[in-house]
Nanobody
């Protein structure tokens, strides 16, 4: 069972940046994907971005394309979500997820992290 630990959330002003990290332990391999999801206040959990653990494929939600960037450091078993140009609509709890690509894209990954809060406010 893959275990995921996120870090990097916080409070930021509109237009600011944050980088989230997700460190995986146990059973991660190249065919796995890492994804990021978020749940805003009063909203359902939604897909943000995903990347194959081998780093060969990426996908983004339209709402974050050109502002967010997902990456993997295989040497550290850690994935990152660089978030730039943040706005108040980006506020929410961000969850890291891992599983085969299809499961992540369907929002049904094998593993979830505990979540990290991102708050964008002036």
């Amino acid at each position: 069972q893959v275990q995921l630990v996120e870090s990097g959330g916080g409070l930021v002003q509109p237009g600011g940046s944050l980088r989230l990290s997700c460190t995986a332990s146990g059973g991660v391999h190249g065919a796995y994907a890492m994804g990021w999801f978020r749940q805003g206040p009063g909203k359902e959990r939604e897909f943000v971005a995903a990347i194959l653990w081998g780093g060969t494929s990426e996908k983004y939600a339209d709402s974050v394309k050109d502002r967010f960037s997902i990456s993997i450091d295989n040497s550290k078993n850690t994935g990152y979500l660089q978030m730039n140009g943040l706005n108040e609509d980006d506020t929410g709890v961000y969850y890291c997820a891992a599983g085969i690509w299809t499961s992540v894209m369907l929002g049904k990954p094998r593993s979830w992290g505990q979540g990290t809060q991102v708050t964008v406010t002036s």
